[in-house]
């Protein structure tokens, strides 16, 4: 049994280093009997020496007792290796769950003050589960929905307990970044003329839900999009802000210039001119 595990423990490790982002188990079946020769005592320090990656982790192996095993020998065959990170199986019981939690997240990566989901999706039926964040614990569900409240990297760790009391847990980094919401327009033509139409483009960061555009302080339109008249000459004060789902906004402003129509100047004169006499034509249109 010792020797048909370590060829178990050689391919799963291969096969981990060659897929570090995969979880793998390793389900060994035994009947207690083993002809190596080796006592527990040794082999488990040599397998956690050999096979760095048996975690619980990225290689986690589930020891399955076939046979007629007493129930006082089940426990401390699992009070002995579930620190190590193996879990232990009685063979009469196969439904026992023996996958750990897979925790999913929506959306990924979360951001300040938005509602993020979180959720088990190992194929384990666990009965229950302990969600924790830092340490505390937050929820009791299969799912949770949480939110931060501020930047940086928090721990969230997922226990799932089964109905025999076996707890099972995983653990993810969660990287809380900035909520980017941003917004500005452009706007054609640069220099517009009074009564002639003037379209803005509005653009933004972020997703937000509403746009408002205003005008010397006065509603102007709540579309991303927006076309003006300017009936007179001078400068206006544009401005459109934006909200998005959770409550977060931002604004840009501009200042519009509306110019009269050209005045066209044409100068005649002569040449040359002699001192203290002027001789020159205007004419304006």
């Not at 517009?192 to 937000?208: Q, T, W």
């Amino acid at each position: 049994f010792y020797d048909a595990l370590k060829r178990a423990l050689t391919t799963a490790q291969i096969y981990s280093r060659e897929n570090p982002h995969q979880y793998v188990q390793v389900q060994a079946f035994t009947d207690g009997l083993d002809s190596s020769g080796v006592p527990a005592e040794r082999a488990i320090p040599e397998l956690l020496r050999d096979f760095p990656e048996v975690d619980g982790s990225r290689i986690r192996p589930n020891l399955v007792l076939a046979g007629d095993w007493s129930s006082a020998l089940i426990s401390r065959l699992e009070q002995k290796l579930r620190p190590l990170g193996v879990d232990v199986t009685d063979a009469s019981d196969l439904g026992q769950p023996i996958l750990p939690p897979i925790i999913v997240q929506a959306p990924d990566p979360a951001e300040v003050g938005r509602d993020i989901l979180f959720a088990d999706n190992s194929p384990t039926a666990f009965g229950g589960y302990q969600w924790l964040i830092d340490g505390l614990s937050v929820g009791s569900g299969k799912s949770l929905r949480h939110r931060f409240n501020q930047v940086g990297s928090n721990r969230l760790m997922l226990v799932g307990i089964t109905a025999s009391g076996r707890k099972l847990k995983a653990e993810k980094l969660i990287e809380v970044l900035p909520h980017e919401l941003a917004v500005s327009f452009t706007f054609a033509p640069n220099v517009p003329e009074p009564g002639e139409d003037v379209r803005f483009f509005g653009r933004a960061v972020g997703k937000p839900v509403s746009w408002e555009w205003t005008v010397n302080g006065q509603h102007y339109g709540q579309d991303r999009d927006l076309k003006a008249v300017f009936p007179n000459a001078g400068n206006y004060e544009v401005i459109v802000s934006v909200a998005d789902e959770v409550g977060v906004s931002a604004k840009s402003t501009n200042q519009v210039s509306v110019v009269a129509g050209k005045i066209a100047v044409q100068i005649k004169a002569p040449a040359q001119g002699k001192a203290n006499r002027t001789n020159q034509e205007s004419k304006s249109q």
